[in-house]
């Protein structure tokens, strides 16, 4: 996560682009990331139950956010060995589960 802020703050500073934004967000970024893991637990027990009967599973984001989707799905397939793959939304909406053959038109 740490390296996803900081290469945030670099794209904006290589993009010639105005990185105070970029600072404010990741000064936002530390709190809320904090807040969230205090009840780390819950939040796994409740995934867990969401995806009881999921066998794969796709993380979606657009943007800057490409990077942490794509992290998350290596990470979630690499420690749990669970399916996931972190697509754009753009990708995504054109039908992942065509290329697997699940549903075909």
């Given at each position: 996560?740490?390296?996803?802020?900081?290469?945030?703050q670099l794209g904006a500073l290589l993009g010639y682009a105005d990185s105070e934004p970029v600072r404010h967000e990741m000064e936002q970024a530390a709190p809320a990331a904090a807040a969230y893991l205090n009840s780390w637990r819950d939040h796994v027990l409740a995934l867990a139950a969401c995806l009881d009967k999921v066998d794969h599973l796709f993380l979606v984001g657009r943007g800057i956010s490409l990077a942490a989707v794509g992290t998350g799905a290596l990470i979630t397939k690499e420690s749990v060995h669970y399916h996931a793959e972190g697509m754009s939304s753009a990708s995504f909406r054109h039908g992942p589960w065509r290329w697997s053959g699940?549903?075909?038109s």
């Open positions: 996560m740490t390296a996803l802020m900081v290469l945030c699940i549903i075909r």
